[in-house]
Protein backbone atom coordinates (compact mmCIF):
# COMPACT_ATOMS: atom_id res chain seq x y z
CA UNK A 1 0.00 0.00 0.00
CA UNK A 2 2.91 2.14 1.09
CA UNK A 3 4.49 1.69 -2.81
CA UNK A 4 0.86 2.47 -4.54
CA UNK A 5 1.10 5.31 -2.08
CA UNK A 6 4.19 6.96 -3.14
CA UNK A 7 4.31 5.74 -6.67
CA UNK A 8 0.99 8.20 -6.93
CA UNK A 9 2.09 11.11 -5.02
CA UNK A 10 2.78 13.85 -7.27
CA UNK A 11 2.72 17.45 -7.36
CA UNK A 12 -0.67 17.31 -9.12
CA UNK A 13 -2.39 14.82 -6.52
CA UNK A 14 -0.99 16.95 -3.57
CA UNK A 15 -2.17 20.31 -4.76
CA UNK A 16 -5.33 18.86 -5.93
CA UNK A 17 -6.13 17.21 -2.59
CA UNK A 18 -5.03 20.36 -0.82
CA UNK A 19 -7.78 22.13 -3.15
CA UNK A 20 -10.63 19.64 -2.45
CA UNK A 21 -9.91 20.39 1.54
CA UNK A 22 -10.10 23.94 1.50
CA UNK A 23 -13.53 24.03 -0.48
CA UNK A 24 -14.87 21.30 1.48
CA UNK A 25 -13.86 23.27 4.45
CA UNK A 26 -15.02 26.57 3.34
CA UNK A 27 -18.22 24.74 2.58
CA UNK A 28 -18.21 24.12 5.99
CA UNK A 29 -17.77 27.57 6.92
CA UNK A 30 -20.91 28.96 4.96
CA UNK A 31 -22.90 26.20 6.96
CA UNK A 32 -22.39 28.46 9.94
CA UNK A 33 -23.79 31.57 8.65
CA UNK A 34 -27.48 29.95 8.65
CA UNK A 35 -29.48 31.78 11.37
CA UNK A 36 -28.95 29.83 14.43
CA UNK A 37 -29.97 31.50 17.09
CA UNK A 38 -32.94 33.91 17.36
CA UNK A 39 -30.44 37.07 18.37
CA UNK A 40 -29.60 36.49 14.39
CA UNK A 41 -33.06 38.09 13.62
CA UNK A 42 -34.48 41.40 14.67
CA UNK A 43 -37.62 40.92 17.11
CA UNK A 44 -41.22 41.27 15.56
CA UNK A 45 -39.92 39.67 12.19
CA UNK A 46 -40.72 35.75 12.69
CA UNK A 47 -43.60 34.71 14.57
CA UNK A 48 -42.39 30.79 15.52
CA UNK A 49 -45.11 28.80 16.92
CA UNK A 50 -47.85 30.73 16.71
CA UNK A 51 -47.95 31.91 13.01
CA UNK A 52 -50.59 34.88 11.83
CA UNK A 53 -53.05 33.61 9.19
CA UNK A 54 -51.87 35.07 5.90
CA UNK A 55 -49.83 33.80 2.61
CA UNK A 56 -46.43 33.69 4.57
CA UNK A 57 -47.21 32.37 8.29
CA UNK A 58 -43.67 32.44 9.69
CA UNK A 59 -43.19 36.55 8.44
CA UNK A 60 -45.36 38.72 10.76
CA UNK A 61 -47.06 40.92 7.97
CA UNK A 62 -45.23 44.48 8.00
CA UNK A 63 -42.05 43.52 9.20
CA UNK A 64 -40.55 42.91 6.07
CA UNK A 65 -39.55 46.68 3.62
CA UNK A 66 -37.54 46.89 1.10
CA UNK A 67 -34.31 47.11 2.77
CA UNK A 68 -34.80 43.30 3.44
CA UNK A 69 -34.73 42.35 -0.06
CA UNK A 70 -31.24 42.65 -1.81
CA UNK A 71 -32.64 44.12 -5.36
CA UNK A 72 -36.21 45.73 -3.34
CA UNK A 73 -37.98 44.23 -5.97
CA UNK A 74 -41.96 42.92 -5.32
CA UNK A 75 -41.60 45.04 -1.82
CA UNK A 76 -44.97 47.52 -1.78
CA UNK A 77 -43.72 49.74 1.21
CA UNK A 78 -45.63 52.67 0.81
CA UNK A 79 -46.98 53.57 4.25
CA UNK A 80 -50.85 52.47 4.26
CA UNK A 81 -53.07 54.80 5.14
CA UNK A 82 -50.36 57.87 4.56
CA UNK A 83 -49.72 57.36 1.36
CA UNK A 84 -50.08 55.20 -1.66
CA UNK A 85 -48.64 53.34 -4.60
CA UNK A 86 -48.32 55.79 -7.94
CA UNK A 87 -46.06 54.18 -10.26
CA UNK A 88 -42.39 54.22 -8.44
CA UNK A 89 -43.48 56.79 -6.10
CA UNK A 90 -45.40 56.67 -3.14
CA UNK A 91 -47.74 59.64 -2.29
CA UNK A 92 -50.40 60.83 0.04
CA UNK A 93 -52.26 64.73 0.49
CA UNK A 94 -53.18 66.26 3.84
CA UNK A 95 -56.54 67.59 2.02
CA UNK A 96 -55.73 71.22 2.73
CA UNK A 97 -53.64 74.32 1.89
CA UNK A 98 -50.63 75.60 3.81
CA UNK A 99 -47.73 78.07 3.32
CA UNK A 100 -44.70 76.20 2.66
CA UNK A 101 -42.97 75.72 5.85
CA UNK A 102 -46.17 74.67 7.54
CA UNK A 103 -46.44 71.93 4.53
CA UNK A 104 -42.89 70.79 4.88
CA UNK A 105 -43.36 70.30 8.51
CA UNK A 106 -46.47 68.35 8.28
CA UNK A 107 -44.54 65.98 5.67
CA UNK A 108 -41.58 65.77 8.44
CA UNK A 109 -43.98 64.65 11.12
CA UNK A 110 -45.65 61.83 9.50
CA UNK A 111 -41.70 60.51 8.36
CA UNK A 112 -42.40 62.03 4.69
CA UNK A 113 -41.40 65.23 2.50
CA UNK A 114 -42.50 66.94 -0.04
CA UNK A 115 -41.84 66.10 -3.52
CA UNK A 116 -38.76 67.25 -5.57
CA UNK A 117 -40.10 68.79 -9.01
CA UNK A 118 -39.68 65.92 -11.19
CA UNK A 119 -41.91 63.34 -8.84
CA UNK A 120 -44.55 65.89 -8.90
CA UNK A 121 -44.26 66.49 -12.40
CA UNK A 122 -44.66 62.49 -12.99
CA UNK A 123 -47.36 62.28 -10.38
CA UNK A 124 -49.02 65.47 -12.14
CA UNK A 125 -48.63 63.93 -15.70
CA UNK A 126 -49.41 60.32 -15.24
CA UNK A 127 -51.96 60.27 -12.30
CA UNK A 128 -54.48 61.56 -10.58
CA UNK A 129 -52.42 63.60 -7.68
CA UNK A 130 -54.19 62.65 -4.33
CA UNK A 131 -55.97 65.69 -2.60
CA UNK A 132 -55.38 68.25 -5.29
CA UNK A 133 -57.94 69.44 -8.09
CA UNK A 134 -57.92 70.79 -11.80
CA UNK A 135 -57.22 74.33 -10.68
CA UNK A 136 -55.15 73.44 -7.26
CA UNK A 137 -51.20 73.98 -7.33
CA UNK A 138 -49.13 71.69 -4.54
CA UNK A 139 -45.80 72.74 -3.34
CA UNK A 140 -42.48 71.13 -4.34
CA UNK A 141 -39.39 70.86 -1.55
CA UNK A 142 -37.43 73.28 -4.23
CA UNK A 143 -36.94 76.61 -2.77
CA UNK A 144 -34.71 79.44 -4.14
CA UNK A 145 -34.55 82.84 -3.37
CA UNK A 146 -35.65 85.37 -6.27
CA UNK A 147 -35.73 88.81 -4.36
CA UNK A 148 -37.60 86.85 -2.05
CA UNK A 149 -37.74 83.59 -0.49
CA UNK A 150 -40.18 81.00 -3.53
CA UNK A 151 -40.64 77.83 -4.17
CA UNK A 152 -41.66 75.82 -7.41
CA UNK A 153 -45.47 74.38 -7.24
CA UNK A 154 -47.32 72.33 -9.51
CA UNK A 155 -50.56 72.19 -10.60
CA UNK A 156 -52.28 68.25 -11.70
CA UNK A 157 -52.05 69.12 -15.15
CA UNK A 158 -48.89 69.82 -15.02
CA UNK A 159 -47.94 73.29 -14.99
CA UNK A 160 -45.50 74.90 -12.54
CA UNK A 161 -45.23 78.43 -10.96
CA UNK A 162 -43.32 79.89 -8.52
CA UNK A 163 -44.72 81.31 -5.01
CA UNK A 164 -43.25 82.99 -2.53
CA UNK A 165 -43.21 81.02 0.47
CA UNK A 166 -45.98 82.53 2.58
CA UNK A 167 -48.35 81.69 -0.02
CA UNK A 168 -50.72 78.47 0.55
CA UNK A 169 -50.77 75.53 -1.47
CA UNK A 170 -52.24 72.09 -1.07
CA UNK A 171 -49.74 69.63 0.68
CA UNK A 172 -48.79 66.14 -1.00
CA UNK A 173 -46.25 64.52 0.61
CA UNK A 174 -44.20 61.46 -0.64
CA UNK A 175 -41.63 58.68 -0.12
CA UNK A 176 -39.00 56.53 -1.43
CA UNK A 177 -40.88 53.29 -2.04
CA UNK A 178 -38.23 50.79 -1.08
CA UNK A 179 -37.46 52.37 2.05
Not at 22 to 32: D, F, Y
Amino acid sequence: MRQWIGSHLTFANVVSLAALFIALGGTATAVNYVVSSNGQVGPGTISGHEPPTGKHANIIPGSITGFDIADRSGVDTCRSPLTEKFGPICAGAAGISQNWENASEYCGSKGLRLPSPSEAIALAMGYDVPGVGNSQHFWTDDVFYNGGFEAIDLSETGAFDFTPLSGSERIVCVTDPSA
